[in-house]
């Protein structure tokens, strides 16, 4: 099994900053890697997808970057609305998928 | 666009089976090449992904609940299914149905709402 893991734990930033989250795998996952965002009680939303790919309606300031073992999630500037849990997911090659323990971005 | 729909019971006593069923509507659960997910959110908030089904009835399960888990497809009703189980506190969760788009290297790409489940005696 393949595992994800994210820091920091807890981001705690100000409207308009850049925020960049990270995301380790234990394996190679090529570009195999997704982000979800989390709104309290709400389900995960896709957010970026194929390690750099925008979903549907994600706004621009979302993006992307890595390959293989390191990954990143970067907020160009941070709106009260992106206040979330940030996850990654790998789903490379042959399952199971796994998550990595989230992110909290906080104002 | 299509949407899901997780149901089952809220509350299930330790050692039975839990039941859930995922309705997929705006689109059919048997075409394109996506599979069909279920995934659980324990109170702490981690996420596992518990396994996903095929139209065809093809299932990959997560070694950790292989041996107590069955996920079933019935394409006539646009609906999949999960059963687990042997249940403990342990299964306590939030308990997500989503469509997965791995095969078009994407992930999960739509959720259903959750449902919560509590296992106790």
């Known amino acids: 099994e393949i595992v994800m893991t994210q820091s920091p734990a807890t981001l705690s930033v100000s409207p308009g900053e850049r925020v960049t989250l990270s995301c380790r795998a234990s394996h190679s996952l090529s570009s195999n890697l997704a982000w979800y965002q989390q709104k309290p009680g709400q389900a995960p939303r896709l957010l970026i997808y194929?390690?750099?790919t925008r979903a549907t309606g994600i706004p621009a300031r979302f993006s992307g970057s890595g390959s293989g073992t390191e990954f990143s999630l970067t907020i160009s500037s941070l709106q009260s609305e992106d206040v979330a849990v940030y996850y990654c997911q790998q789903y490379t090659i042959w399952p199971p998928w796994t998550f990595g323990q989230g992110t909290k971005v906080e104002i | 666009q299509v949407q899901l729909q997780a149901s089952g019971p809220g509350l299930v006593k330790t050692s039975q089976t839990l039941s859930l069923t995922c309705t997929v509507s705006g689109g059919s659960i048997s075409s394109g090449g996506y599979y069909w997910s279920w995934i659980r959110q324990y109170p702490g908030k981690g996420l596992e992904w518990i396994g996903y089904?095929?139209?065809?009835?093809?299932?990959y399960y997560n070694p950790s609940l292989e041996s107590r888990l069955t996920i079933s497809i019935d394409t006539s009703k646009n609906q999949f299914s999960l059963n687990l189980t042997s249940l403990t506190a342990a299964d306590t969760a939030v308990y997500y149905c989503?469509?997965?788009?791995w095969g078009y290297g994407s992930g999960l790409d739509v959720w259903g709402q959750g449902t919560t489940v509590t296992v106790s005696s």
């Open positions: 089904i095929f139209y065809s009835g093809s299932t």
């Open positions: 194929g390690a750099s």
């Open positions: 989503a469509r997965d788009a």
